[in-house]
């Protein structure tokens, strides 16, 4: 597990711009928790109001059907944060998130974390910019669930996972490529499909598989291909 060594804030890009002695006082407001794979951290519809850092680590957001099918929101990890909808709408919480791997949490209080939202502007703005974000991603999932054949979603969620490779100019890469099965979960489809769609891919030289990283080759020609079938109606059998 983490050592005590890792227990500061100072890693978490939301408070890029604070000095070390106002950084310090929320690290002295917080509890730090400790999770291995496959921990429940939070469960949806739980009342708690607390705002979780990550620190090292990684969790997946998700949420099940009535018929327990699991669908997959997002992962959090080193350097992100979850649960500030609670915190700032005192709503019960939306989704579960479960620890994929061992982590370690910084648990900061509502209070203090609304606190700091209302004095500082630069944090609140950087908030904002996260809710924007996860309001877009939501819009473009739902046209693509009303649009794209399943095995297209899944060329969808490579894209948007995909960040450019500083090494190497032009390349793309998701790093690390998580499992199958979330990637299916996030795109209402199967592991199969993610299976099938990732073979047409290698098979196309579009995608290669290094380690646990998936680089995207031409990245430029998949996300055209994707448009055109959003705009000539791809094929929508597949599920």
Same mark, same amino acid.
């Given at each position: 597990m983490p050592e005590p060594s890792?227990?500061?804030?100072?890693?978490?890009?939301?408070?890029e711009g604070l000095d070390e002695a106002e950084r310090g006082r929320l690290e002295a407001a917080c509890r730090w928790r400790q999770y291995g794979a496959g921990d429940s951290i939070l469960e949806s519809g739980s009342v708690s109001r607390d705002v979780f850092f990550v620190l090292q680590g990684a969790a997946n957001i998700v949420n099940f059907s009535p018929t327990l099918r699991e669908? $997959?929101?997002?992962?959090?990890?080193?350097?992100?944060?979850?649960?500030? /909808?609670a915190a700032i709408d005192r709503e019960p919480r939306s989704a579960n998130v479960i620890a994929v791997e061992e982590s370690l949490v910084a648990v900061m209080p509502a209070d203090v974390f609304v606190e700091l939202l209302q004095r500082r502007a630069d944090v609140t703005f950087r908030v904002l910019q996260h809710l924007t974000h996860m309001v877009r991603i939501g819009d473009a999932r739902i046209l693509e669930l009303s649009t794209l054949a399943a095995?297209?979603?899944?060329?969808?969620?490579?894209?948007?996972?995909?960040?450019?490779?500083? $090494?190497?100019?032009?390349?793309?890469?998701?790093?690390?490529?998580?499992? /199958?099965?979330d990637v299916a979960s996030r795109v209402s489809t199967t592991r199969e499909t993610a299976v099938r769609a990732l073979s047409q891919l290698y098979a196309s030289g579009l995608i290669r598989r290094k380690g646990r990283n998936l680089y995207l080759m031409d990245r430029a020609r998949l996300a055209e291909a994707l448009k055109d079938l959003q705009a000539h109606g791809g094929p929508r059998a597949e599920r």
């Open positions: 890792a227990r500061t804030l100072a890693g978490i890009a939301l408070f669908v $997959a929101y997002a992962t959090v990890r080193t350097g992100d944060y979850f649960g500030e /909808l095995t297209q979603r899944v060329y969808a969620e490579l894209l948007r996972m995909a960040a450019p490779e500083p $090494a190497v100019p032009g390349l793309w890469v998701i790093r690390p490529l998580p499992p /199958l099965r």
